[in-house]
């Protein structure tokens, strides 16, 4: 019996090890270009925040004019590093997950480099003045067809996967994959239609960028995020899921209430009235799902403190749910109607996009990359102390930008409605919060800068051999990991 | 949980909000009714706020050049936000010379752009009456809203003959400088149309052809609609309107 | 353990499902067109209904007034005169100037 369970068991470490070969390229080129694109997004971060109270800086340059920067910021953020860790977190976890080796890595990998050019257009076009001038899809009109057909091309496979699978339990990871990877185009092709095609109002026009700009993280990159906490918080501390039903309610209370918002950021404007409260209502009930899944994983590593402690991956994602649930928190208080008066124009809606971006799908995106890179190169992370200041900083800058764009936008929002005194006494008290974001986009810089020389090492395959992963704190006496050996004979994962 | 029920389920969940908050507002917002003047009033015929200026060419390059980051264009109703009651911000107050056109941002405000820019935050006033704030602002002044404007996209931060007192411009503007938007030519046998700016010697500041139509853009918002009456189910404040 | 699943035609079909899945909705989107691109009656069109009727009001006032049969008679009598006044071939209505060289420049002086 134990003999075919070690046989069963080393057919298992086979069939992992050939599907981390077969997408090994993929997966690493997106992680480390999604790293590059990170810093630069973050070095575009600083720049617009800095020529928000020093219009002066680096006004050499027309091309970093403010405005433009704002809009290249984001869309770096977004289509440079988001989409792209997405995309190396869904093929990586759904051939895992299904079991399927990946038989399309060179178009995957083909298609990958042809995302970075259209990116890199787009944002050339963004900072030479020849954009789309719509607020949330800044690029030009004819790179947002091209971005929808490298998106079809690089995780259709994916869903194949998935379908061909071998009979057995769908796991929630994969509900969240499967239903991201649809989300992705029908938000995508719906908004890309209406807005640039289409010949509507123009109101209306941004009312449905809104909503992309929204659906795009409640329903991409929050779906990808919590398939990777799914995965990795059981997995690393070796438990079940707390509870399947939280799972499913938490899935589909995310499923029915993300389409819906969006549209609170038109509070006031001449569309149907009932938009914008529906966005609000919506963005008020995320808490919900934000709490089911927050207890559902933080119950699932709650009496594991040391592995929490010690495993990056695990670090970074559990600090990424319980940013989640803090998401919904601020998002319940932020879109309630009073406040929605004060901060509707405010620095505070960039302090959620942040907290939500950077804070919950890029720290949950961390702690599947320091997961996955050591088993697709088969090399070990090199250095803790990168690891460690990654984490810290990451977490101080995301918690102070968020601070001070929320507590800042409040302020701004109180001195705009207080029609008594003149506009520019609010801009000067407003402008101060607009130091304290600019500083910690450069604690962020710092971060990113770890962790992006650490990615690179990793893809230049410098990383350490051997069987025991990188952990946070001094190796112990007995290792959780077993005794050394081959990487390729490690039948548990974790780290 | 099958994967029919599965796939149906996602796609219900979505379909629904799609449709209801999208498709159908979508097509509702194209075929918004038009507005009649009421029988007797002093003007017959539909309500079209009227504007003049580049608005289509100049409402893209706003865009483009960010201008929406920091600058709304949106006057909520009162239920919303205290829009209306900033300083001309909505329109005018009534004074001697004029009536009371304050108003709230109309659907028919945006005719003839592609994309409303209602706008981001309000790190900058907002832009929904600008043309008219200007013109109110420099009146008795040699300089023209255009060429504030203009002088302003140049170097906010260098921009006289603004009205003292005036609630908007905060002593130290943090509005970025739009130099890309202009040239720096020989004086000699060029023509004219330069800013009245200091610079190098021998040379002055021309704006580009988008300075002239971002400029025209932005002296087009006004929200008194060049004087035309509104009509009463769109006037909130009836007594008002009536000049003595 | 069902390992049947996998097998290129089951591949196959899983693509295509996959595809229309993923544009559903941008399918959805073309097919209501019609619907959301439906005819309307513009500010500006509601507007120009009283220019068209009074565009309509002026035409007919000139339809009304206009005497067909006594132009077709002008234009017959025009036509006619038109056609009686042919040109003979050869003969020149009006003499045609020499054409003449232009002068030289007089030569720049140093």
Redesign the interface.
Known sequence: MAETTSTAESNDVALRASIDRSLRHPVMFFFTSGAVWLALAIVLGLVASA??????FL?CF??L???????AHMSALIYGWGAQAAFGIIIWLMARLSR?ECTNAGTILAVGHLWNLFVFIGLVCILT???????YMEFPGFIWPLLILCY?AIT?WS??QF??????H?YVSQ?YL??G???F??IA??AF???FV????????????A?FKSALFL?FFLPTALASAYYLAPKVTGRPVYSYNLA?FGF?AL??LG??AG?Q????????QF?PY??AAAMVLILIPAISVGINILQTVYGHGEIVAESPSLRFTSSGVVLFVAYGVLSFVLHTVPA??MT????S??GLDILGLYGVFSLCAFGAIYFIVPRITRREWLSRRFISWHFFLSLYGVASIVICAVVGGVT?GQG????AQ???TM??R??QYGWGVTLAWAFLLFANLFFCLHLLLMWARLGRRSSHPTLLKGHHAESPHGPEGEIDNIGSASA | ?T?KA?IF??LA??G???LV??VL??S???S?EPIKYEEGAAVSGVFIPKRDGRVTEG????????????H?Q?I??T????DV???EWAGLRKTADNADTRR????M??EG?????????????DLANLGRRLEQNLKGSELTPEDWVLQHLYN??GVRNYRVGS?????R????????LFELVALNGAGGGFLAVDTEEGKGVRPKD?ARQLASYLISLKKDTLGQPLPEILNHNPQATVVE | ???T???PL??F???W???L??????IA??IL?PI??ARVDSAMEAAAEDRRALRAEVDNAQDKNLNQDALDEAFQASAASLIASKPTPGKVAVPKPAAKAPAEPEPASE
């Open positions: 020529k928000k109270h020093s219009p002066e006004s027309s091309f004019d403010a405005g433009r920067v704002d809009g399927k003045g020849n954009g789309s001038g719509i607020a079809l259709i869903l194949v379908q061909v699978r071998d009979a057995g769908v509900w499967l239903a990877l649809l989300w185009p029908w092709v719906t239609l209406f807005v289409f010949d509507g109002h123009p109101v209306m026009a941004s009312a449905i960028a909503w329903l499913l589909w499923a029915f389409p819906w549209m950021k038109l509070f006031g404007a001449p569309i149907p938009l529906a966005g929605m008066k509707q124009f405010s620095y809606g960039y701004q705009i409605e207080d029609v003149p506009f520019a801009a000067e407003a402008s | 949980m994967f599965f389920g996602l969940s979505f629904f909000p799609w908050a999208v507002p979508f509702k917002m194209r918004l409402s893209i390059i706003y865009g483009q050049e960010g201008c929406y980051q920091c709304t949106l909520r109703p239920y919303a936000g205290n009651f900033r300083d709230e941002t109309l659907a405000d945006f752009e592609k994309v409303a820019h209602l706008g981001q935050s309000r790190v900058g006033p906010p931060r609630q908007d411009l905060p002593e503007s943090s509005c970025p400088s739009k130099t890309s988008r | 353990m069902d390992h699943r996998d097998n089951k591949r079909t899983a693509f499902v996959a595809l899945l993923v544009t559903a909705f941008g989107c073309i067109r959301t691109h």
